[in-house]
């Protein structure tokens, strides 16, 4: 069982950066996948980014822009958003797989409950 946590959203302006953080529990953290998606009102969920053991990966909307990282030892996964854009304004979530990660909302297996980027023009 994982339970995870989001926090470092928040409201930000065009061109600025944010540091999203998602801190898990359990003591298995380093064997899962890590993912990142996104929902703005109105619309789907969407994938952002994820990573695992061989790598990490990226819509093409934030490519070059955003960046995920973890830290096993603190058990915590991140996302860095640098110039941000008013599109990128959405509740994000954090994800973990126990398989493979995906850009699939249905591989994950645990869901934190979001927190939410605002970036205004």
């Known amino acids: 069982q994982v339970q995870l946590v989001e926090s470092g959203g928040g409201l930000v302006q065009a061109g600025g950066s944010l540091r999203l953080s998602c801190a898990a529990s359990g003591r298995t953290f380093s064997s899962y996948g890590m993912g990142w998606f996104r929902q703005a009102p109105g619309k789907e969920r969407e994938f952002v980014a994820a990573?695992?053991?061989?790598?990490?990966f990226y819509a093409d909307s934030v490519k070059g822009r955003f960046t995920i990282s973890r830290d096993n030892a603190e058990k915590t996964a991140y996302l860095q958003m640098n110039s941000l854009k008013p599109e990128d304004t959405a509740v994000y979530y954090c994800?973990?797989?126990?398989?493979?990660?995906?850009?699939?909302?249905?591989?994950?297996?645990?869901w934190g409950q979001g927190t939410q980027v605002t970036v205004s023009s």
């Open positions: 990573i695992n053991w061989s790598g990490t």
């Open positions: 994800a973990a797989a126990g398989r493979v990660v995906s850009r699939e909302s249905a591989a994950y297996d645990y």
